[in-house]
Structures are given as structure tokens and as C-alpha cells.
Antibody
Framework: QVHLVQSGAEVKKPGASVKVSCKASEYTFNNYYVHWVRQAPGQGLEWMGRMNPSGRSTSHAQRFQGRVTMTRDTSTGTAYMEMSSLRPDDTAVYYC???????????????WGQGTLVTVSS | DIQMTQSPSSLSASVGDTVTITCQASPDITKYLNWYQQKPGKAPKLLIYDASNLESGVPSRFSGSGSGTDFTFTISSLQPEDVATYYCQQGDYLPFTFGPGTKVDIK
């Protein structure tokens, strides 16, 4: 079982950046792909991207290309998602998620963080 | 990107009813279709993966079927705790797109 704990809520001004962290309770977190999914208020789920276990390979949805950076610190078992040039329509809950099996590039998400609300407002 | 559609967008049914949600993908995604349940204020929960495989610990009243472009999700006997929004998601091609969701409540 993998428990993912995310950083707390953030309030940012338009144009700023935000960095959300996702830490796992299991050291083997370093063996999992990490996906990021967001959900705007009252809206559906939007897949943003994923990062492989080593952190050397990432894939993003086209609309986030150039604005989202996914990284991980294998020494602490923490993954990060940084978004720049924030706009009010980036206001959303951001989730990290992983598949059930280590080293699996599968598209299903078994384990989820609790979500981090990012509010972008002037 | 793969386009995902779901129908209906919402439904209301009685306790004990059978509930069916459909999801269409364009183009073909073979069997790589997942179903999630999301309750208000909570993270989504994986129920079905690869079209028909029940995730561990998920009640057997939930089931999925289909392949290619057409998929179905069924709750065989709706329970009060099943009130939630249900999303399909394709896991065949990056980006792994979600459907728009189906809101299920009790009549």
C-alpha cells in the first residue's frame, strides 16, 4: 500500500509560480511512475502529465507543455509539480497519483494524494 | 488526443436499481479503459481497470465491459453510498484523457 501526502493549499497571484509536493509513505515510491491530475472547481478531472521512476523522462498534456515541470527527489521519496505563469483558470485541486505496481507505465491510478488546492487570484 | 465521451451526464435511480453508464473513445483504445468513483471533496477511487478488471477491495456490484471504442460501466444494485460522480479514463495513448463524468444520485 502506498500513501501519498501532498503539500498544503496555496494562494498565488497571476503570473506567479507554484510548486506542489507529493511524498509517499513507502521508500519504494521511487519505483513508481507519478501522474498529476487536476480538477477545477465544479469541473471534471484533467490529466496533466506523468514522470517515470528515475525522474529522467516526463510526458505532458500539450496544453501544459512549457508551463509545467515535474521532478522528484529520490533521496526523500518526494515528487514535485511546478507550474509557472499562473492564470486564474489554473485555480484547481491538484492531485498526484500512481499505479498499483512499481515500474508500471499503465494509465490507471490506484493510489492518490489528498489533493492540493491552488487558488490564483489578484 | 483521444476524445472521451460519457452518457448520461447525470442520472437518478432508486436503491436496488441497476445503473449503466456508457463511455466512447475515439479512436480505438483496445481494452485500456478505467473507471473511477469520486465523492465530493475526495480524491477519485479506481474501481475498474483495463475495461473489466475489478480493483482489489471494490464491491462486486460494480462491473465493466467493452473494447475498442465502446465501453459500459454497471452498478448492479445501487446503494446509498454509491452516490458520486463516475469518470472513465483511457490508458492507451498519452495523454491519458478522462471522460466528462456522470453524476449518480438516489431518486
Amino acid at each position: 500500500q502506498v500513501h501519498l501526502v501532498q503539500s498544503g493549499a496555496e494562494v498565488k497571484k497571476p503570473g506567479a509560480s507554484v510548486k506542489v509536493s507529493c511524498k509517499a509513505s513507502e521508500y519504494t515510491f521511487n519505483n513508481y511512475y507519478v501522474h498529476w491530475v487536476r480538477q477545477a472547481p465544479g469541473q471534471g478531472l484533467e490529466w496533466m502529465g506523468r514522470m517515470n521512476p528515475s525522474g529522467r523522462s516526463t510526458s505532458h498534456a500539450q496544453r501544459f507543455q512549457g508551463r509545467v515541470t515535474m521532478t522528484r527527489d529520490t533521496s526523500t521519496g518526494t515528487a514535485y509539480m511546478e507550474m509557472s505563469s499562473l492564470r486564474p483558470d489554473d485555480t484547481a485541486v491538484y492531485y498526484c497519483a500512481t499505479p498499483r505496481e512499481p515500474f508500471s507505465g499503465s494509465g490507471y491510478h490506484t493510489y492518490w494524494g489528498q489533493g492540493t488546492l491552488v487558488t490564483v487570484s489578484s | 488526443d483521444i476524445q472521451m465521451t460519457q452518457s448520461p451526464s447525470s442520472l437518478s435511480a432508486s436503491v436496488g436499481d441497476t445503473v449503466t453508464i456508457t463511455c466512447q473513445a475515439s479512436p480505438d483504445i483496445t481494452k485500456y479503459l478505467n473507471w473511477y468513483q469520486q465523492k465530493p471533496g475526495k480524491a477519485p477511487k479506481l474501481l475498474i481497470y483495463d475495461a473489466s478488471n475489478l480493483e482489489s477491495g471494490v464491491p462486486s456490484r460494480f462491473s465493466g465491459s467493452g473494447s475498442g471504442t465502446d465501453f459500459t460501466f454497471t452498478i448492479s444494485s445501487l446503494q446509498p453510498e454509491d452516490v458520486a460522480t463516475y469518470y472513465c479514463q483511457q490508458g492507451d495513448y498519452l495523454p491519458f484523457t478522462f471522460g466528462p463524468g456522470t453524476k449518480v444520485d438516489i431518486k
